[in-house]
Nanobody, 123 residues
């Protein structure tokens, strides 16, 4: 019921910042919990951050706490991920994901996905 398109991925030096955006279609966007996942070469897809339907609650993986911030604007049907103090190990394809109802930390609970945007952190 929702289509997702990510943007904002780029090549950045260690310590730099990027802001990723996810644009969603559909008239019931506010009914969907939203999350960002990432997948590095040879690794499994992992949760990065999630935000509740109304935007009041957020959840972060331990490796991004204090560095990344997830937010949503239900009036614009968008979700953002502000990434600061980037490290080489943050290099991955970042995916926007949606599920009807509350968020979880499992990729298997999300039926709707964007096609991903590449983030590369390198000197």
């Amino acid at each position: 019921q929702v289509q997702l398109v990510e943007s904002g991925g780029d090549l950045v030096q260690p310590g730099g910042s990027l802001r990723l955006s996810c644009a969603a279609s559909g008239r019931t966007f506010s009914n969907y919990g939203m999350a960002w996942f990432r997948q590095a070469p040879g690794k499994e897809r992992e949760i990065v951050a999630a935000v509740s339907r109304g935007g009041a609650s957020t959840d972060y993986a331990e490796f991004v706490k204090g560095r990344f911030t997830i937010s949503r604007d239900n009036a614009e049907n968008t979700v953002s991920l502000q990434m600061n103090s980037l490290r080489p190990e943050d290099t991955a394809v970042y995916y926007c994901a949606a599920r009807y109802g509350a968020t979880t930390r499992s990729r298997y609970d999300y039926p709707y996905w964007g096609q991903g945007t590449q983030v590369t952190v390198s000197s």
